[in-house]
């Protein structure tokens, strides 16, 4: 009995135990994702904050906060509460879930900050002091690039301070392609302090000015006018997601920079950064290796980019002007012992070395070696094509596109050539000049051209009077192998009286030779003209294709004045002693008469000519005034190695 009595007490005292264990029940699991707290994706976080956001999403901050236990949380709300400072920090479930990230899950990166702590943080607190800022800003910096200088975000923000280009621009940063200041701890961080002042100036609350050093202060402005108020907890959600964890960031850095020792971040296997005592050296007007400069010194070759991390390339450019390059102190020390001229001249930026020529295969007789083949496949660069000037006398009712199709050339040429207005039309009896391409015969074999540019060497170099003997008796066939050999004699033996007589048959001979072919009509200027209202004496010689001085000279004018109905001379007027010189090298009319008698179709020369060189004169004036008479044959029958004439110079002339 009383054995049943105890096992039926014991079954009730299970039932008993067992009701509050069966009366609980487990919650269901939410389906909506945006209030999921369960499937959080922590991922790691880069190098720079600014780079690249931290996913901090509301579940994940709310799931933070509920897994904090409540003693911690309480000790970290009361150390941020007594911060003494001029920024305001509030604390919340968003801050808190940064201080974990910080403190306890992503320990390893807020140890580089700290080894880079000692490093910039004393600069930073030197100009935020000058321009009267407060202290705590300096956190800003870790922040933006986690104190690395060369940081650079994925939207194109540089420096230690993140600066974009046009906020650099404005900042009077330089940029280019050898300097980026955003990059140099100094002169950035001055920039930073005067953009953050104008930032309080225009908000007046930390807090805004912090949203708008990331988000723009017109996006901020826009966004208080949009909610109505300045507070930025209000315009929390109406801010984008990088922005509204840039205050909560910068509150747990904050936090988490002052008690680091309270979270055991310290320790001694951390490689501490520590400013070192530097020196500047001004370059202006040289280029500099910086390698070979450090190398100079016994420095490692990156020891001067890392004192001056603006620099972009491993050298300065010889048209930089005035910079400041940062050296270690020793370098400076050193330098003063040392010739500074020499030592830079050394260590300028040496030109890389010509490229050396590739080899040219041999190209042996008999074989197919492969220069041989490439010369053949290769093309021949096209000739340079020879122009010939001629001058065109305007008809009534022509135009410049009727002069162009006549002779082959474009209107926008003849304008060009002439000057000539777009809206212009062409004058009755103006002068145009044209440039039309030389025709050339076509091309010899090669055998006979190698034969024709063979020189000649005489065994005994004939007298003048030989020699015009020997080019009268040539016979025709051989008459063109030996014209470019006589023409030069001939103009040496005018200059002599002896030789007279030989050189008047020579030319004649010569002449005759190239009068077979009919004459080209010519486009002559005219003799004379009659000034009318409203020309002078530029517009006249343009126009004709003339000089002033030469209308001067002709007309014995001794001012460029001319007056309605005077008449203009556009040749030089005939002169005595070149009539008297022609009719002493004429030859006797006997002796003419016998030399035309075997070859009556050829038709006569005339006589040789003496011009008398004009104030003015050119070549081709010249030889446009006398019939079948080239600048060419000018320059030969004379010996004349240029074009220059002088005035009083003496000209033989000879007309077909």
């Known amino acids: 009995m009383k054995r049943s009595l105890a096992q039926v007490a014991f079954l ?26 369960t499937h959080v994706q922590l991922l790691p976080p880069p190098d720079s904050l600014a780079a690249a956001p931290l996913p901090t999403a509301a579940d994940s901050a709310r799931l933070v ?98 600066f974009m280009g046009p906020t650099a621009g404005d900042l ?76 909560p960031t910068f509150t747990a850095l904050l936090y988490t920079m002052q008690y680091a020792n309270e979270h055991q971040l310290h320790s001694e296997g951390l490689n501490y950064q520590y400013p070192e005592p530097t020196d500047t050296l001004l370059i202006s007007g040289r280029s500099l290796d910086l390698r070979k400069f450090a190398a100079q010194f016994g420095l490692d ?22 910079y400041a390059l940062t050296v270690p102190k020793c370098v400076s020390v050193e330098m003063a012992a040392l010739d500074r001229t020499t030592v830079l001249d050394f260590c300028q930026v040496a030109l890389p070395p010509p490229v050396p020529l590739a080899p040219l295969a041999p190209a042996l007789p008999g074989t197919d070696s492969t220069g041989t083949q490439l010369a053949a496949t290769e093309t021949a660069a096209p000739e340079k094509v020879r122009l010939r000037r001629l001058r065109h006398t305007v008809r009534r009712g022509e135009t410049v596109a009727a002069v162009a199709e006549r002779y082959e050339v474009t209107p926008a040429q003849i304008r060009r050539w ?33 034969a024709a540019r063979k020189p000649r060497i005489p065994a005994k170099l004939p007298l003048p009077a030989e020699k015009a003997a020997v080019t009268m008796n040539t016979p025709p066939k051989a008459a063109a192998d030996s014209e470019a050999v006589a023409e030069p004699v001939v103009a040496k033996v005018l200059t002599t009286p002896r030789g007279l007589k030989a050189a008047r048959e020579a030319a004649a001979t010569a002449t005759a030779a190239n009068s077979a072919a009919p004459a080209v009509a010519d486009d002559t200027l005219p003799a004379t003209y009659t000034v009318r209202k409203g020309d002078y004496l530029t517009k006249i ?37 070149a009539g008297a010189l022609a009719q002493e090298v004429a030859p006797p009319p006997g002796k003419a008469r016998r030399t035309a008698a075997p070859a009556p179709a050829v038709p006569q020369v005339s006589r040789p000519k003496t011009h008398l060189v004009q104030p003015g004169d050119t070549l081709y004036n010249i030889s446009r005034r006398y019939q079948g008479v080239t600048v060419d044959q000018l320059r030969r029958l004379n010996n004349l190695k240029t074009d220059e004439v002088k005035p009083g110079q003496k000209l033989v002339i000879v007309q077909s």
């Not at 069966?22 to 707290?37: C, G, H, K, V």
């Not at 000049?433 to 055998?447: G, I, K, Q, R, S």
Request: hydrophobic share 40%; proline share 7%.
């Open 301 to 322: 070759s990156s020891a001067i980019l890392k004192q001056n991390p603006e620099i972009c390339k491993t050298y300065l450019p010889a048209s930089i002007r005035n």
């Open 65 to 162: 906060w509920l897994q904090t236990p409540p003693e911690v949380k309480d000790l970290v709300a009361d150390r941020v509460n007594c911060f003494d400072t001029d920024v305001p920090h509030v604390f919340n479930n968003t801050v808190m879930s940064f201080v974990t990230y910080f403190t306890v899950r992503n320990r390893a990166y807020t140890q580089r900050i700290l080894e880079r702590q000692n490093l910039y943080f004393p600069l930073f607190e030197k100009y935020l002091a000058k321009y009267h800022l407060p202290q705590d800003l300096k956190y800003l910096a870790v922040v933006e690039s986690a104190l690395l200088p060369t940081a650079r975000s994925r939207v194109g923000a540089v420096g230690l301070w993140q």
């Open 541 to 577: 010689a343009r126009e004709r294709g003339l000089t002033v001085t030469q209308l001067m000279a002709w007309n014995k004018l001794s001012a460029e004045t001319v007056v309605p109905g005077q008449k203009l001379l556009f040749a030089a007027p005939a002169e005595t002693e």
């Open 12 to 37: 009730l005292l299970l039932a008993a135990g067992a009701c509050p264990v069966a009366a609980q029940t487990q919650p269901e699991l939410t389906t909506d994702p945006a209030n999921d707290t």
């Open 418 to 450: 002439n000057e000539l207005p777009r809206k212009k039309a062409l004058v009755p009896r103006q002068q145009l000049v044209l440039f039309v391409p030389v025709e050339t015969p076509e091309a010899a074999p090669t055998v006979a051209v190698a």
């Open 172 to 247: 009077r940063l330089v940029r280019n392609e050898y300097i980026d200041e955003r990059m140099n701890p100094e002169k950035s961080t001055e920039a930073a302090c005067r953009f953050l002042r104008d930032l309080y100036r225009q908000f007046g609350d930390w807090e805004l000015v912090l949203a708008a050093y990331n988000w723009g202060s017109g996006n901020v402005q826009r966004a208080i006018k949009r909610n109505g108020t300045r507070n930025f907890w209000a315009l929390y959600p109406s801010l984008p997601k990088e922005t509204r964890n840039y205050v």
